[in-house]
């Protein structure tokens, strides 16, 4: 991957979960994507932006619109995007932008980025490469908090950012900036799905032991860690001081060759389930997908013991299959990334092809 019960009308063909097929009730879903509606966000060429960085305007958005996050706030669902422009080094710098709706399907978004690398502390872990593919998750006191990759061309870092609005926010570094081993903030590190609980059409972040926890990596394996205030983790590590794995990569399945958490993690009655992506090395596997496939599955790990994994599905829930998600500026991927329950469903957005954004639903149960 690049770092780099509302009535609905017959809108959609519907492409079906596969979990509970193999009995494993604790999932979520089945979800079914939305065929005519999709895809429900697309490239802007008009949209400007006057960069503080680069010190001229942009078409922010002209590029690529992909891997969002997602709240319900005032009666509508608020969606939190990766957009790209196409100038730099890096043909694109990723800034953050918003857009809302009241159906789940058809956006209004705002003109400008809300979130995006400017001429402060953090311009060193952002510039040039951007800020990208945020999750969003809501403290019991109403505070947003958003777990972002900045890329300053080299490395990745999982930071975080806090707003009471959505629109203003403020930036608060590395997550890993107080870790012990180099210094944490010079980690690699990526997506951060902190575990919550559902309450109502929130997603609340919640402790469990007295501690936050939280799934991130983007490697053969996940990782976990913890935090007392949402704002500095620690990894869970072993006693040699190296990463502590909670899950590990399949060999000859469709999750053969990488593992990265998709939305935020849900508590539930069964245990912890979160959703994840997956990417396929086609020379080793065994199930027919192309080559670098990004499909998704789910774990359910222990609600006493978020480290300990206690099933996995046997199978990918979604994978690319419209023109959308197999051609773009990634072919072959289907990102999972933002989940909310918003009038009597939950609801899934995803990067398609790194290029566009679309959506799938499921019956809240």
């Known amino acids: 991957m690049k770092t780099f019960y509302v009535r609905l009308p ?5 492409t079906l979960s596969t979990c509970f097929a193999f009995g494993q009730s ?6 079914r994507k939305h065929d005519k509606a999709n895809p429900v966000l697309t490239p802007s060429a008009t949209a400007t932006f006057d960069c503080p960085v680069r010190g001229e305007t ?12 997602a709240v319900v706030r005032n009666g509508k669902i608020y969606l939190l995007y990766r957009a790209e422009d196409t100038v730099g080094k890096y043909n694109g710098t990723s800034r953050i932008g918003l857009a809302t709706s009241s159906d789940g399907l058809h956006f209004k978004r705002l003109p400008q980025p809300v979130f995006y690398p400017d001429n402060d502390a953090y311009k060193k872990y952002e510039w040039e490469g951007g800020v990208e593919d945020p999750r969003v998750v809501e403290t019991s006191d109403g505070t947003y908090v958003m777990t972002y990759s900045a890329y300053d061309g080299d490395k990745a870092r999982l930071c975080v950012a806090t707003s009471q609005d959505l629109l203003s926010w403020q930036k608060h570094g590395p997550v890993f900036k107080n870790f012990i081993k180099g210094g944490g903030e010079d980690y690699w590190s990526k ?3 902190v575990v919550c609980r559902r309450v109502g059409d929130k997603l609340i972040a919640t402790k469990i032991s007295g501690k936050y926890w939280m799934y991130w990596g983007d490697q053969p394996q996940l990782y976990a860690a913890v935090s007392d205030d949402l704002i500095n983790w620690y990894p869970l590590i072993r006693g040699d001081k190296s990463l502590k794995a909670v899950a590990e990569v399949r060999a000859g ?7 990265e958490p998709g939305p935020p993690a849900i508590l539930t009655a069964r245990g912890i389930v979160l959703i994840y992506n997956s990417m396929h090395d086609a020379k080793t596997g065994t199930i027919q997908l192309p080559e670098g496939t990004y499909a998704a599955g789910q774990f359910l790990f222990s609600a006493e013991e978020p480290d300990k994994l206690i099933d996995r599905t046997k199978s990918y829930f979604m994978k690319p299959d419209k023109p959308y998600e197999i051609t773009g500026q990634v072919n072959n991927v289907t990102f999972l990334e933002a989940l909310v329950p918003y009038k009597g469903r939950w609801w899934l957005y995803y990067g398609t092809a790194d290029s566009k954004i679309a959506a799938a639903s499921a019956p809240l149960r």
Do not use: C, M, Y
């Not at 017959?10 to 519907?14: G, I, Q």
């Not at 002209?62 to 891997?67: A, E, I, L, M, S």
């Not at 399945?253 to 593992?259: G, S, V």
């Open 191 to 193: 997506s951060g799905s």
């Open 26 to 31: 604790w999932t979520l879903g089945p979800f």
């Open 253 to 259: 399945q469709f999750d053969n060759r990488l593992l």
């Open 10 to 14: 017959v809108l959609f063909f519907f």
């Open 58 to 69: 942009v078409h922010w958005e002209q590029k690529d619109v992909f891997n969002p996050a």
